[in-house]
């Protein structure tokens, strides 16, 4: 992450839910979250607690910390 960035964000989200081919809604349903819930995630609106990263990681296949890295779509 670049410096003076917020780390409690989820900067990865959107691109692991993307990768992955779901929605918000089937990522919500899939994790037990709200699709509202999803969407101020990848806002960077909202800081998540940790069991909810912990359901996002599972319903995505990826590692707690993957979620919190930003990535590039070149």
């Known amino acids: 992450m670049e410096g003076g960035e917020n ?3 989820l900067w990865g989200l959107n ?3 993307t990768e992955s081919g779901l929605s ?9 979250l709200s699709q509202k819930q ?5 806002k960077c609106q909202a800081k998540p607690h940790l069991g909810s990263v912990y359901r996002l990681a599972r319903a ?14 070149d």
């Open 38 to 42: 999803i969407s101020r995630y990848e």
């Open 60 to 73: 995505l296949k990826c590692r707690i910390t993957d979620l919190y890295i930003r990535h590039s779509r």
């Open 15 to 17: 691109w692991w839910r």
């Open 24 to 32: 918000q809604r089937e990522l919500a349903d899939a994790s037990e």
């Open 7 to 9: 780390q409690d964000y």
